[in-house]
């Protein structure tokens, strides 16, 4: 490889010559090997460009003519672009891989989702009119029909003859068939590497994953296309080198070295708050994620962690069963107290049926006759969804009839409130809050509390400083 064929290969524009794209090698045969990032990028960008060209290439899909320089094949029309689509696509993807293996500065040329949207801008597929061709062509309409059709046709595709539509309409389809393969190409990879670099940040890994499926539906888009047969044999070479990149990407994505191999994921570890509220709203997603049936269970598995990371000691029983509970106890020897939590989740806004309503003064009874050597159980808090209008009134009737304090927090705020306070609660200032906020907790209750926080960590450490500076 030498200097001078690299600069010329990076300089090669497709609305200048056609001739010389048809004679390059293998892009693994070509000067892009070894070649440098700053070379490699300007490769990627030049290709790019000359493959977003060619989807408004019209004239040259029509009537383009190039030969072969070292074979003398001519090719012309539909085939001579096809063919320039493959090559230069192919050195995209390949200058692309590159750059991405020799973990370069982003973004790389073309390498965005808004780049995707618009190979998609692109796709148009006249299915419709193609039909109409047809039954114009094989002349079984009636005669006013037929010439309804007609004008309709040449008015859509500003055609003069039907000769000139049938070539607008082939146009189309093939354009729209490139610009899929493109706009899936784009989309995939791109949502890759984003996912990687989100993932060398502190953002949850549930935010994360969004991307994640986007690449996986769109990459399998990308194959099951082609897959299906029918399918040109450029477009199909040309995706397997497409979805083999993006692979390449997921494999860099799945198998970082910098991990610790050592390390065992533990129960911390599956805390998702982002999950908490649409768990309790029986979301759609939550559904397709986990099922319907399972929603329930998992709800509760994720208020178990987060208690437990407040401080709290929990025990979860009538495990199976359709209310979920979760006995917590304080594990702060200055706050001895038990409270009982309520997991609910509903895709409406919670209103306390009846039928919670007794079951839980059931419960509270068997709770309290079965806690002799613990903490005396001090309140209720219930989780769920956003609640209804009338549910503070609901609350206040089940509070006297229970004789112990009721309150009804979304789910929403705990995930705030895991939040925003770093570490544990103090416990006897959260039921202290908790008890003096009304019935319904209202929003806010997480940022009260981390105030609290931050004033005794205020107090510490100054606290602390002063006992630091009596020894120096």
Same mark, same amino acid.
Request: glycine share 6%; hydrophobic share 45%; net charge neutral.
């Given at each position: /490889?030498?200097?001078?064929?690299? %600069?010329?290969?990076?300089? @090669?524009?497709?609305?200048?010559?056609? $001739?010389?794209?048809?004679?390059?090698?293998?892009?693994?045969? %070509?000067?892009?090997?070894?070649?440098?990032?700053? /070379?490699?990028?300007?490769?990627?960008?030049?290709?790019? #460009?000359?493959?977003?060209?060619?989807?408004?290439?019209?004239?040259?899909?029509?009537?383009?003519?190039?030969?072969?320089?070292?074979?003398?094949?001519?090719? %012309?029309?539909?085939?001579?672009?096809?063919?320039?689509?493959?090559?230069?696509?192919?050195?995209?993807?390949?200058?692309?891989?590159?750059? @991405?293996?020799?973990?370069?500065?982003?973004?790389?040329?073309?390498?965005?989702?808004?780049?995707?949207?618009?190979?998609?801008?692109?796709?148009?597929?006249?299915?419709?009119?193609?039909?109409?061709?047809?039954?114009?062509?094989?002349?079984?309409?009636? *005669? *006013? +029909?037929?010439?309804?059709?007609? &004008?309709? @046709?040449?008015?859509?595709?500003?055609?003069?003859?039907?000769?000139?539509?049938?070539?607008?309409?082939?146009?189309?389809?093939?354009?729209?068939?490139?610009?899929?393969?493109?706009?899936?190409?784009?989309?995939?990879?791109?949502?890759?590497?984003?996912?990687?670099?989100?993932?060398?940040?502190?953002?949850?890994?549930?935010?994360?994953? $969004?991307?994640?499926?986007?690449?996986?539906?769109?990459?399998? %888009?990308?194959?099951?296309?082609?897959?299906?047969?029918?399918?040109?044999?450029?477009?199909?070479? @040309?995706?397997?080198?497409?979805?083999?990149?993006?692979?390449?990407?997921?494999?860099?994505?799945?198998? #970082?070295?910098?991990?610790?191999?050592?390390?065992?994921?533990?129960?911390?570890?599956?805390?998702?708050?982002?999950?908490?509220?649409?768990?309790?709203?029986?979301?759609?997603?939550?559904?397709?994620?986990?099922?319907?049936?399972?929603?329930?269970?998992?709800?509760?598995?994720?208020?178990?962690?987060?208690?437990?990371?407040?401080?709290?000691?929990?025990?979860?029983?009538?495990?199976?069963?359709?209310?979920?509970?979760?006995?917590?106890?304080?594990? $702060?020897?200055?706050?001895?107290?038990?409270?009982?939590?309520?997991?609910?989740?509903?895709?409406?806004?919670? &209103?306390?049926?009846?039928?919670?309503?007794?079951?839980?003064?059931?419960?509270?009874?068997?709770?309290?006759?079965?806690?002799?050597?613990?903490?005396?159980?001090?309140?209720?808090?219930?989780?769920?969804?956003?609640?209804?209008?009338?549910?503070?009134?609901?609350?206040?009737?089940?509070?006297?009839?229970?004789?112990?304090?009721?309150?009804?927090?979304?789910?929403?705020?705990?995930?705030?409130?895991? +939040? =925003? =306070?770093?570490?544990?609660?103090?416990?006897?200032?959260?039921?202290?809050?908790?008890?003096?906020?009304?019935?319904?907790?209202?929003?806010?209750?997480?940022?009260?509390?981390?105030?609290?926080?931050?004033?005794?960590?205020?107090?510490?450490?100054?606290?602390?400083?002063?006992?630091?500076?009596?020894? #120096?």
């Amino acid at each position: /490889m030498t200097a001078s064929e690299l %600069s010329r290969l990076v300089a @090669l524009d497709i609305s200048k010559t056609t $001739d010389a794209f048809l004679d390059l090698p293998l892009p693994e045969e %070509s000067p892009l090997i070894g070649a440098a990032p700053k /070379m490699l990028r300007r490769a990627a960008d030049s290709f790019y #460009r000359s493959w977003s060209y060619l989807v408004s290439a019209k004239e040259l899909y029509l009537r383009g003519e190039a030969t072969v320089a070292s074979t003398g094949e001519t090719l %012309s029309g539909k085939d001579l672009w096809w063919q320039l689509f493959f090559v230069v696509g192919a050195y995209y993807d390949f200058s692309i891989r590159l750059l @991405l293996r020799k973990q370069t500065v982003y973004p790389l040329p073309g390498l965005r989702i808004a780049k995707a949207e618009e190979w998609y801008s692109k796709v148009n597929w006249p299915i419709d009119a193609g039909r109409v061709l047809i039954s114009l062509v094989e002349g079984d309409l009636l *005669e *006013e +029909e037929a010439e309804q059709l007609a &004008t309709e @046709l040449l008015s859509r595709f500003k055609a003069a003859s039907l000769n000139e539509a049938a070539d607008a309409v082939l146009w189309e389809a093939d354009r729209g068939l490139a610009a899929f393969l493109a706009g899936n190409y784009i989309l995939a990879l791109s949502s890759a590497v984003m996912a990687e670099l989100l993932r060398r940040t502190n953002l949850p890994l549930e935010h994360i994953e $969004d991307l994640d499926g986007i690449s996986h539906r769109t990459a399998a %888009s990308l194959f099951g296309g082609p897959s299906s047969g029918g399918w040109p044999p450029h477009v199909l070479e @040309l995706s397997q080198r497409a979805l083999a990149t993006v692979f390449e990407q997921w494999v860099r994505i799945y198998d #970082r070295p910098d991990s610790d191999k050592s390390h065992r994921i533990g129960p911390f570890s599956s805390i998702r708050l982002t999950e908490l509220a649409p768990l309790a709203n029986r979301d759609a997603r939550m559904s397709k994620k986990y099922g319907n049936k399972r929603i329930e269970k998992v709800f509760e598995q994720q208020l178990a962690l987060i208690v437990q990371s407040f401080g709290l000691y929990v025990v979860s029983t009538r495990t199976g069963q359709r209310t979920v509970d979760l006995i917590c106890i304080s594990a $702060d020897p200055t706050a001895r107290f038990t409270f009982l939590l309520e997991a609910k989740t509903t895709g409406r806004p919670y &209103t306390l049926p009846r039928d919670d309503a007794r079951a839980l003064l059931e419960y509270i009874r068997e709770v309290r006759t079965g806690l002799t050597t613990l903490p005396p159980l001090h309140f209720v808090l219930m989780i769920g969804p956003s609640p209804s209008a009338t549910l503070e009134k609901k609350l206040q009737g089940l509070e006297a009839e229970a004789g112990l304090p009721i309150r009804y927090c979304s789910a929403h705020e705990i995930a705030q409130l895991r +939040e =925003v =306070v770093a570490g544990p609660l103090p416990l006897n200032d959260f039921a202290d809050h908790l008890l003096l906020a009304s019935r319904v907790v209202p929003a806010g209750f997480a940022q009260t509390m981390r105030s609290r926080v931050d004033e005794l960590r205020s107090s510490h450490e100054a606290l602390v400083r002063t006992m630091l500076a009596r020894v #120096r």
